[in-house]
Antibody, heavy 121, light 104 residues
Framework: QVQLVQSGPEVKRPGASVKVSCKTS????????VGWVRQAPGQGLEWLAW????????KYAQKLQGRVTVTTDTSTKTAYMELRSLRSDDTAVYYC??????????????WGQGTLVTVSS | EIVLTQSPDTLSLSPGDRATLSCRAS??????LAWYQQKPGQAPRLLVY???NRATGIPARFSGSGSGTDFTLSISSLEPEDSAVYYC??????FGQGTKLEIK
């Protein structure tokens, strides 16, 4: 069965960076995209980025462009999301999710369990 | 950037009722609109994609319609387990702010 398993919770100081991993199984990694979404405490869903392992093409939310980078490692079927220059309002649960196809624009059909990133001095 | 606006913010209904949730886009998204359900402490679950196609394992009580800028998610014969926040998403990217559905 399709599974996405994310790395554990992180606590970071303002200005630091965080890298969240998303290990996939149960499907052909290279033929589906991976999207990243976050949810601040008590708030709604915010789309962050997307990547296709096939071509390593990426898309980023304008708001975070320049601070976020998504990558993949096809040998381990793992996707990564790195966020730099962390601020307190980056505190959120970060989700990875598989997109239904390898092209940008397809919805997210399988989700990881979420990774809580806390930014605090 | 395309903005999605959902209405209402909160909807309170009784078991057996029909729920109608709306999502309006600031510009046309064709049929590239998806709906998700999220319960407290859980990841979102895909319900409907391409405006009207139910995702795998989703009951027929859930149906989506619309194209262009106006979309609707309908849930017939509500059950207590349908209590959740529902989000729309356009083209695999931006989300609406969510509609909280309460079943009392």
């Amino acid at each position: 069965q399709v599974q996405l398993v994310q790395s554990g919770p992180e606590v970071k100081r303002p200005g630091a960076s965080v890298k969240v991993s998303c290990k996939t199984s149960g499907y052909t990694f290279s033929t589906y995209g991976v999207g990243w979404v976050r949810q601040a405490p008590g708030q709604g869903l915010e789309w962050l980025a997307w990547i296709t392992p096939y071509t390593r093409s990426t898309k980023y939310a304008q708001k975070l462009q320049g601070r976020v980078t998504v990558t993949t490692d096809t040998s381990t079927k793992t996707a990564y999301m790195e966020l730099r220059s962390l601020r307190s309002d980056d505190t959120a649960v970060y989700y990875c999710a598989r997109s239904r196809g390898y092209s940008f624009g397809t919805p997210l059909d399988y989700w990881g369990q979420g990774t809580l990133v806390t930014v605090s001095s | 950037e395309i903005v999605l606006t959902q209405s209402p913010d909160t909807l309170s209904l009784s078991p057996g009722d029909r729920a109608t949730l709306s999502c309006r886009a600031s510009q046309s998204v064709s049929s590239y609109l998806a709906w998700y359900q999220q319960k407290p402490g859980q990841a979102p679950r895909l319900l409907v994609y391409d405006a009207s196609n139910r995702a795998t394992g989703i009951p027929a009580r859930f149906s989506g319609s619309g194209s262009g800028t106006d979309f609707t998610l309908s849930i017939s014969s509500l059950e207590p387990e349908d209590s959740a926040v529902y989000y729309c998403q356009q083209s695999g990217a931006t989300f609406g702010q969510g509609t909280k559905l309460e079943i009392k």
